[in-house]
């Protein structure tokens, strides 16, 4: 669903420059003694700004902007490409082992309590907290008393929705994190506890459960969250709690939902490649997403956590000239094998002839075939690899676009990047990297929801059926050979081939499927990780990823490495923020198991 650009742009802008704006918010200026001196501090706004609908709304809007990440980490993004993806076995790390070296020992499962990054991806969601439980202490108090009943539940129902999203990303990365709701003051957020998840997880069931009964089905500005994106997050939220019977409930409900006889709220696009297309933000498969925009004076509002993410050194003839981070891994690319269009799930895609040929350690200018056997069409979506075009800039060049390969492999990311097209309309070029996209980040999509209600329906239910059509609805829409890549002469760029499945022998073969599926079709967005973990499976996966990358010449990098259970399955407590609120002799925060 393309939408008119300008208002595209002038909606957004306007959020966003609300934002920016709101950013101080919650740093409320405290008063002196003396009435002259009550001057507030710079960037802040007193409480009787904050007293009014607009006012309330503006804040609100701040705790929206934290969605995208607020202390400028790449790590506070909302793609979780390091945390998510390379630590998923997605993707490398990429580039070089000196460019951003804080992310090696993180991609090798040797993550240290010191680490800064996650230090501010801990901040970064907190601070997201904190805004919005700012938005709901104003909506408790007399502030609130000139806004219109209806209005107010909404806004509410926004706050507990962004909350609850926060608090969904800390314990999914952290599991032991300290909770705390509008009715406790900043002064003692400190005596919160971090002893279990549970806390955590009532919260978010609330915050959703209130959201869902009290949003309208559709917001009249973009970005807005709506009552099927807070179902979908909640559903998400019982799946990953092992409560089948209510998401599978719910999920129904949200497919449903999206076959109103009055038109499809959601559906998935005919074209796989276009939901990551600036042009089409907004479209019928945006379930959840983060609003982007340029030109606003910060280019954090645009897609800054991926600036770094494009091919390397590609000059005009590539997207960003920089900087070569995010290579999807040979593993990665090696389970877009099929035979007879369907999937190896037995493993045997990284053994023999399966594994997809690439141009490792091949110059450029050197001669080079491409890979002849079947892949699934999704691939050359998802993978930047050598003769293949990429987008609307050229066929990639292989080596020349890769900083080095014996450090990361022989591939460039491919989603979300922008278009040659898109030079200078869709992209922010006021800082040092022609890499700032302006393209929305979609954080839950309609394919994402149809996955998860198959999940629910094996493990729950035992739905079979059921959720073979779901998988096979996902599929279809990839074997649509109008929208594959192709070459300059209007050829099939690869030889793409992709079948539906036609029954589950049981519920072990219906998991395998759901669980590869979910791989080919979401690789990159960040929901690998804490879907192995999940699953139960991350020590396996990721030992015999490990395995895997090094035999094919990263020996170097991940050489010895390997994922131990019972610690690398979330990450540690900032090590920054135990010596914030430990201190004397009692411990408000402990340190996660392993670390």
Not at 226 to 244: D, P, T
Not at 263 to 290: C, P, Q, R, S
Not at 518 to 528: A, D, I, K
Request: net charge negative.
């Amino acid at each position: 669903m393309k939408i008119n650009n300008n208002m595209k742009f002038m909606k957004m802008k306007k959020m966003k420059t609300i934002s920016v704006a709101m950013l101080s918010l919650i740093c409320v200026s405290v008063a002196c003694t003396d009435e002259f001196l009550e001057i507030g501090a710079t960037g802040s706004l007193a409480e009787a700004q904050m007293s009014t609908q607009n006012g309330i709304d503006g804040v609100l809007i701040g705790a929206y902007s934290a969605l995208n990440g607020v202390f400028g980490s790449r790590f506070e993004g909302p793609n979780h490409w390091v945390t998510g993806s390379v630590t998923g076995g997605e993707a490398n790390k990429g580039t070089d082992p000196g460019d951003y070296s804080s992310i090696n020992p993180i991609q090798r499962y040797e993550n240290d309590p010191a680490a800064g990054d996650l230090n501010n991806l801990w901040r970064g969601r907190y601070e997201g907290i904190s805004r919005a439980n700012k938005v709901l202490a104003l909506l408790a108090g007399d502030a609130s008393s000139g806004v219109q009943a209806s209005i107010k539940t909404v806004m509410e129902g926004e706050a507990k929705m962004l909350r609850a999203h926060f608090y969904f990303d800390l314990v999914k990365h952290f599991k032991n994190i300290p909770v705390f709701d509008e009715t406790v003051s900043a002064g003692d957020v400190s005596t919160t506890k971090n002893t279990s998840d549970a806390a955590a997880w009532t919260l978010i069931e609330s915050d959703l459960n209130f959201a869902y009964s009290n949003l309208p089905e559709t917001q009249s500005q973009l970005g807005r969250v709506n009552k099927w994106a807070a179902a979908s997050l909640l559903a998400k939220a019982y799946l990953y709690q092992k409560k089948y019977s209510e998401a599978n409930t719910l999920f129904d409900a949200i497919i449903a939902n999206g076959k109103t006889p009055a038109g499809a709220k959601y559906a998935l696009l005919d074209n796989f490649a276009g939901i990551f297309n600036a042009e089409n933000d907004n479209h019928t498969e945006a379930v959840f997403d983060v609003e982007s925009s340029m030109n606003t004076g910060s280019t954090q509002n645009a897609n800054y956590f991926d600036d770094l993410n494009y091919p390397y050194n590609t000059g005009q003839d590539g997207p960003g000239n920089c900087c070569g981070f995010f290579q999807p891994s040979f593993q990665m690319a090696n389970k877009y094998r099929t035979v007879n269009g369907l999937p190896l799930l037995d493993g045997s895609h990284d053994v023999g002839v399966n594994q997809v040929k690439t141009d490792y350690n091949i110059e450029s200018g050197a001669a080079f075939v491409e890979d002849a056997g079947e892949l699934d069409p999704r691939i050359d979506h998802t993978i930047g690899r050598r003769g293949i075009p990429y987008l609307d800039w050229i066929e990639h060049p292989g080596k020349d676009w890769i900083r080095s390969q014996v450090y990361a492999g022989p591939y460039s990311p491919k989603k979300y990047i922008y278009y040659k097209s898109q030079e200078g309309t869709f992209t922010d070029a006021s800082s040092w990297t022609r890499g700032y996209a302006v393209m929305n980040y979609t954080i839950i999509r309609y394919a994402d929801v149809l996955l998860m209600a198959a999940e629910a329906k094996i493990l729950g239910s035992g739905d079979l059926a059921g959720a073979l059509d779901l998988i096979n609805q996902v599929r279809t829409r990839a074997a649509n050979s109008t929208y594959w890549v192709k070459n300059a002469d209007g050829t099939n760029a690869a030889n793409y081939k992709i079948s539906n499945y036609t029954a589950f022998a049981d519920a072990n073969a219906a998991i395998k499927a759901l669980q590869m599926e979910r791989t080919l079709e979401l690789s990159g967005e960040g929901h690998r990780f804490f879907d192995l973990v999940r699953w139960g499976t991350a020590k396996a996966e990721l030992d015999a990823y490990l395995k895997y990358e090094a035999s094919q010449g990263l020996v170097t990098k991940f050489g010895g490495a390997s994922f131990t259970s019972g610690k690398n399955e979330v990450y540690a407590i900032p090590q920054t923020q135990m010596d914030i609120v430990n201190g004397g002799d009692e411990i408000i925060y402990t340190q996660n198991a392993g670390y």
